[in-house]
């Protein structure tokens, strides 16, 4: 499929689609010492670990969705199942219409995937003869090929280093790497898995630019999973929350903030120590002598921020106020204590 068939198709039509998928993983359990690896051996003792369980969801074509959740909640094996490394137990997944488990082959021409932990390129070639031996197993023109990887070192400035050995690039230069192999054949789906872990400021900056240039420019479907909340709140605008495996929200930034964020605060310094009643429909939450914290009584949608403000001021000799709201680490530390609390035992 071409970028232009990409950018014209209608931007509903899902591109990745999950429908009640569960992945249940058996593992011999051990008991620590000789003994209990003896036993292991020779009559192993197996138990289950639910990792997905029971996920739906679907990614729009030309759409950007980030995948959330705590350490161990099912990311990574969702974006196995995606990539056809991991069979589901149940359920099903398609990707560009592809069921990758099934179409391994098929589904590699319409997926590319990063794992910011990994690498996929030749660890002792050159990161370019990487990229030569991608373009021969994908077939990509000589032409295609030329123009892709000038746009990759625009983008990513990559020709400083891709005569080095992968094992000698710094974690930044690789995963860089990485992402242009993984874009490298044209892929219609991107999935990436933490890519900028461990990365600094700048390379940060510039794979979070190379994704927004991917959706926006070449139509591409981006999947995300990522601890760091400046890079959702830069790049995508829908989320899906998992937690234990199970989603416990799938909807806009906006909706996450509503559900889980503790709303705004007030903070206020007024000109002396002032016992009067707090203005109706406000809460004060901490008092400090002339310092005040106020919130609204009754949840954020109950006064909106500029009538809390008025009202304050009309109340009050102020000298200093300013409005706090919860940060998306706040959010998700809220939604992730939530979840916990939810979860089973
Ligand atoms: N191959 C496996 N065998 C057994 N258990 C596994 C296997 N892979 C994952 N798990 C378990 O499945 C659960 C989900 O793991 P997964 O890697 O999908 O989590 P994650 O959300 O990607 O976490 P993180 O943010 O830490 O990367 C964890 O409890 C993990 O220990």
């Given at each position: 499929m071409s970028t232009l068939d990409r950018l014209s198709?209608?931007?509903?039509?899902?591109a990745i689609e999950v429908r009640r998928l569960v992945k249940t993983f058996r593992t011999a359990r051990r008991s620590p010492g000789v003994r209990g690896a003896l036993r292991a051996l020779i009559a192993p003792e197996l138990e289950s670990k639910?990792?997905?369980?029971?996920v739906s969801f679907s990614v729009a074509t030309g759409e950007l969705l980030a995948l959330l959740g705590p350490n161990g909640a099912g990311k990574s094996t969702t974006i196995k199942v995606l990539t056809g490394i991991l069979t589901p137990t149940s359920g099903q997944a398609t990707v560009a219409g592809v069921v990758p488990y099934r179409e391994r082959e098929r589904n590699a021409r319409n997926i590319g995937a990063v794992f910011g932990q990994r690498t996929?390129?030749?660890?002792?070639?050159?990161a370019r003869e990487s990229f030569r031996i991608l373009r021969d197993i994908y077939g990509v023109a000589p032409g295609d090929y030329k123009a892709r990887m000038r746009e990759f070192d625009e983008l990513?400035?990559?020709?400083?280093?891709?005569?080095?050995r992968v094992r000698h690039l710094s974690l930044g230069q690789r995963v860089r790497c990485d992402l242009a192999a993984a874009l490298l054949h044209d892929p219609p789906v991107v999935v990436l898995d933490?890519?900028?872990?461990?990365?600094d400021v700048v390379a940060k900056e510039q794979v979070r630019e190379l994704l927004r240039h991917q959706v926006e420019r070449r139509g591409r479907t981006v999947l995300l999973t990522t601890h760091d909340m400046t890079e959702v709140e830069r790049l995508a605008e829908r989320v899906v929350l998992i937690n234990h495996g199970r989603i416990v929200l799938d909807g806009t930034l906006t909706e996450m903030r509503e559900r889980f964020g503790r709303g705004w605060r007030v903070h206020v310094t007024l000109t002396g120590p002032d016992e009067r009643p707090c203005p109706p429909?406000?809460?004060?939450?901490e008092r400090d002598g002339a310092r005040l914290v106020l919130g609204p009584t009754g949840?954020?949608?109950?006064?909106p921020t500029h009538q809390a403000l008025k009202r304050i001021i009309e109340r009050y000799e102020v000298m200093d106020i300013r409005v706090e709201e919860s940060d998306l680490e706040d959010v998700m530390r809220a939604a992730y204590r939530d979840a916990r609390q939810e979860s089973p035992a």
């Open positions: 198709r209608p931007a509903s039509e899902s639910t990792a997905v369980d029971d996929q390129l030749w660890w002792d070639l050159p990513l400035e990559l020709c400083s280093f891709w005569d080095t933490e890519p900028t872990i461990g990365m429909g406000l809460t004060v939450l949840g954020a949608d109950a006064v």
